[in-house]
C-alpha cells in the first residue's frame, strides 16, 4: 500500500512572514499523511528551522550541474547540505518558461539522487495537445527519457501528473480523467518494471482545493497531490491533507 504524500508548491510567492505563518500552522496540527513543502529558495533555511523534522522541506528547483560556474544556480549538494530532503523537477512551469527539455531534466534528477535527494518528477499535456488527443503519447514521451536514463534508481521517484490546462486556472480535470492518465502512466512505470509500477506514487496536481481533494484521492492510483494556489492558506492545506488517508 503507497502511503499518500500532499506536497505544497508555493512558486515564486511568500514572505517571511508567510513561511512563519504557513509553517507554524503546518507543524502544530501535523497531518495524518505525509507532507513536503516547497517554499522558494530564500525561506528555505526558515522553513526548516520551523518544521523542526516533521514535515519534509523541498526545493521547487536544482541546478542540472553538481557545482561551477554556473551564476545564479544552486546545486543539489547545497540543498542536501541545507537539510533540504526533496525537490522538485520538471514542473510544467520550469519546461514552458525556461524550456527546459526531458534531457535537462533527467539530468536534474540525476544530480538530486547523487546527493539523496527525493525528487518529485512533473509531468502532463498541454490543452492542445489534450484536444489533438496527443494526451498519452506526451506522457509516455515525458517519462521515457528519465525512466531509461535512471534504470534502477526509478524506484525512488515520486511523479507528479500535472495536466498544464488545469495548473493555476480552476478547471480541474475530472476524477474520471484524472484516473485515467494515472493509470496510463502506472502502465508505462509497468512496462520497465512490474515493481516500479507498484512503488512509485503518483501525484494530481492543477487547482486541487479542499473542495475537490476527496474525490481526487479516492481514485486506486491516485497517490496524493501536489498544491500550488491553495496551500497558501494553511486551513485550506490542512483540508486538503485531511482528504488523503
Ligand atoms: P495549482 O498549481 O494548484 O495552483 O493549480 C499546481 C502546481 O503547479 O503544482
Known amino acids: 500500500m503507497r502511503r499518500k504524500l500532499v506536497a505544497a508548491n508555493w512558486k515564486m510567492h511568500g514572505s517571511r512572514a508567510l513561511t512563519e505563518q504557513l509553517l507554524s500552522a503546518l ?95 512533473c509531468v502532463g499535456e498541454t490543452l492542445q495537445q489534450r484536444e489533438h488527443g496527443t494526451t498519452e503519447a506526451t506522457l509516455a514521451a515525458q517519462l521515457a527519457t528519465p525512466l531509461r536514463v535512471l534504470g534502477e534508481r526509478s524506484a525512488l521517484l515520486t511523479i507528479a501528473y500535472e495536466p498544464v490546462w488545469a495548473i493555476g486556472t480552476g478547471c480541474t480535470a475530472t476524477a474520471a480523467q484524472v484516473q485515467a492518465a494515472h493509470a496510463f502512466i502506472r502502465s508505462q512505470l509497468a ?27 479516492a481514485q486506486p492510483d491516485v497517490d496524493g497531490g501536489l498544491v500550488g494556489g491553495a496551500a497558501l492558506d494553511a486551513n485550506e492545506f490542512l483540508a486538503i491533507c485531511a482528504a488523503a488517508r
Open 27 to 121: 507543524a502544530a496540527r501535523p497531518p495524518s499523511c505525509e507532507v513536503a513543502v516547497f517554499p522558494p529558495f530564500p525561506y528555505l533555511a526558515q522553513a526548516l528551522a520551523l518544521a523542526e523534522g516533521r514535515l519534509d522541506i523541498g526545493a521547487q528547483d536544482l541546478s542540472a550541474h553538481a557545482q561551477g560556474a554556473y551564476t545564479g544556480e544552486v546545486s543539489a549538494a547545497m540543498l542536501a547540505d541545507l537539510g533540504v530532503r526533496r525537490v522538485l523537477a520538471g514542473h510544467s512551469e520550469r519546461r514552458q518558461y525556461h524550456h527546459e527539455d526531458d534531457l535537462l531534466i533527467t539530468a536534474k534528477l540525476e544530480r538530486a539522487f547523487e546527493q539523496g535527494l527525493m525528487p518529485i518528477l
Open 191 to 217: 512496462a520497465r518494471d512490474a515493481k516500479l509500477s507498484k512503488l512509485i506514487r503518483v501525484l494530481y496536481g492543477g487547482s486541487v482545493k479542499a473542495a475537490n481533494a476527496p474525490e481526487l484521492f
